[in-house]
T-cell receptor, first 112, second 110 residues
Framework: DTGVSQNPRHKITKRGQNVTFRCDPI?????LYWYRQTLGQGPEFLTY????????KSRLLSDRFSAERPKGSFSTLEIQRTEQGDSAMYLC??????????FGQGTRLTVV | SQQGEEDPQALSIQEGENATMNCSYK?????LQWYRQNSGRGLVHLIL?????REKHSGRLRVTLDTSKKSSSLLITASRAADTASYFC??????????FGAGTQVVVTP
């Protein structure tokens, strides 16, 4: 297992376009988290999955954001009608009950 | 909203010196964790200290926790250029989600 994998690493998109990011967690981890990090700040929690169930969403996750984890393995985060304020690093993390969180390298989104 | 606040925001030291950074938090915790982030990369877990612990060591890292003051400190001894990174404290919330501070940016010059 090579750890948490996120794709793409970088995404540049025009305002108004839709984007989708993918996260492949460590295979035996049933807990998966998405965070957003803007420049000079710490990561902020977006949403949490336990297996395929989305159990918590932050108020940061507006209606334009949707996340799925259809089979309890990989997860996708989609942003519709992107805005410049969506430019950030999107981080995925996974863990099981007895471990710390392992983070992926992140997807850096730039909305132009 | 950020749970923790790190101090200082930035720290510049020379190789071999010690680096100390502090974290204050707002609510009661079960544990507090420290993470490192190299520029533009993901976060790496460094150490976890539980609320009933006062001090913990891991290699060149020493973490203290004072729950009465709602504060923690991270000490990196004998720093190396490879320690150049941002360091974040994080407290655990419901479902194991983490609430991070804004971080301390550490630069270690040879």
């Amino acid at each position: 297992d090579t750890g948490v994998s996120q794709n793409p690493r970088h995404k540049i998109t025009k305002r108004g376009q839709n984007v989708t990011f993918r996260c492949d967690p460590i295979s035996e981890h049933n807990r998966l988290y998405w965070y957003r990090q803007t420049l000079g700040q710490g990561p902020e929690f977006l949403t949490y999955f336990q297996n395929e169930a989305q159990l918590e969403k932050s108020r940061l996750l507006s209606d334009r954001f949707s996340a799925e984890r259809p089979k309890g393995s990989f997860s996708t985060l989609e942003i519709q009608r992107t805005e410049q304020g969506d430019s950030a690093m999107y981080l995925c993390a996974s863990r099981d009950m007895n471990t710390e969180a392992f983070f992926g390298q992140g997807t850096r989104l730039t909305v132009v | 909203s950020q749970q923790g606040e790190e101090d200082p925001q930035a720290l510049s030291i020379q190789e071999g010196e010690n680096a100390t950074m502090n974290c204050s938090y707002k609510t009661s915790i079960n544990n507090l964790q420290w993470y490192r982030q190299n520029s533009g990369r993901g976060l790496v877990h460094l150490i976890l200290i539980r609320s009933n612990e006062r001090e913990k060591h891991s290699g060149r890292l020493r973490v203290t926790l004072d729950t009465s003051k709602k504060s923690s400190s991270l000490l990196i001894t004998a720093s190396r250029a490879a320690d150049t990174a941002s360091y974040f404290c994080a407290t655990g919330g419901s479902w194991g989600k983490l609430q991070f501070g804004a971080g301390t940016q550490v630069v270690v010059t040879p």
